[in-house]
């Protein structure tokens, strides 16, 4: 397998577009992470049947979060993408949200041509409340049987600020390199 953040770039996103590289399928109970230093995904634990994940879930490539993993990134589609795809991307959006005090934030996207919606996700308002709600949810209690109130939501923002912590992610990610 090939060490993503040495063949893929983070992608163009200041014309709202980056590279995604799928860690949990939507719908998964399986906890996987890739392992920078291996080069390789990494089964971290089995979560409860009730916190399986909501959508698809992944990173950007050459980022580095302020939790010291790469950004995360919230893939929206119709249908769960396999661990270890990679995408170009349309940012839509980004959770701001905290992990056990640490900024954790989730770049939301869909795949750039995603000829079965029509491409009519734009922005996160065109995702509607009731999935904002069904997210947030997940992300707020996802930990609760082990280290409740460990993780919250600070709120939605548009891809504007999105493109702002990547920015701040890749610049991170180049002075830890």
């Given at each position: ?86 995408l170009e991307a349309q940012i839509l ?85």
């Amino acid at each position: 397998m090939a060490d993503f953040n040495q063949v893929l770039t983070p992608g163009d996103y200041q014309n709202g577009i980056v590279n995604t590289v799928v860690e949990i399928p939507q719908g998964s109970i399986l906890k996987v992470e890739w392992d920078r230093q291996r080069a390789a995904f990494m089964l971290d634990r089995v979560e409860p049947a009730i916190f399986a994940k909501p959508v698809s879930y992944g990173f950007i490539p050459q980022t580095l979060d302020e939790d010291g993993d790469e950004l995360d990134t919230l893939v929206v589609c119709d249908e769960p993408i396999p661990t270890g795809v990679w995408l170009e991307a349309q940012i839509l959006g980004v959770m701001k949200f905290e992990d056990d005090g640490e900024v954790d934030d989730k770049i939301v996207v869909r795949p750039a041509d995603d000829r079965n919606s029509g491409d009519w996700l734009n922005s996160l308002n065109d995702l509607g409340e009731a999935w904002k709600q069904r997210v947030e949810h997940h992300f707020t209690h996802y930990k609760d049987l082990k280290k409740p109130g460990s993780t919250k939501v600070l709120g939605w923002y548009d891809a504007e600020e999105a493109k702002k912590i990547i920015a701040e992610c890749i610049e991170r990610y180049k002075q830890q390199a």
